[in-house]
């Protein structure tokens, strides 16, 4: 599974097997899941029990297309997406950072989430 990967890549695959061992999304809270790359940053909130997306947000979106991948982007971008769930009526979320280190933009986005008022 990690032999044709990069060694960056796949360290950061074994950290992402190893934090979704302990990390579970439910109805009441469901899983928020950060992906970024070079150009864009995705965002989902997941019950994991039904398998079903919540909600979701990403610069892909035409109002947020202007938000770049940096850490002010991210950070407009987590405020966003924590009105979007208080919309939904979800206040509180398990935050998986799917294998990239809590720094920097993904630190940005979830502080952005939760200056909106969501929980985790």
């Known amino acids: ?18 934090i979704r061992k302990s990390i579970y ?13 070079n150009t864009n940053l995705y965002v989902q909130v997941i019950n994991d029990d039904e ?22 982007g991210a950070a407009k971008l987590g405020e966003a997406f924590g009105k979007r769930l208080q ?12 294998g990239y280190l809590y720094h920097g933009v993904v630190k940005a986005l979830a502080d952005g989430t939760r200056k909106a008022g969501i929980i985790f």
Do not use: C, Q, W
Request: proline content about 3%; cysteine-free.
């Open 1 to 18: 599974m990690f032999k044709k990967l990069n060694d960056k890549a796949r360290k950061r695959l074994h950290r992402k097997v190893h």
């Open 25 to 37: 999304g439910t109805a009441e809270r469901p899983r928020m899941t950060v992906t970024r790359s």
């Open 51 to 72: 398998g079903k997306t919540l909600a979701s947000i990403s610069t892909l979106e035409k109002e947020f297309a202007d938000f770049k991948p940096n850490t002010e």
């Open 87 to 98: 919309d939904k009526k979800i206040t509180t979320v398990v935050f998986d950072r799917n």
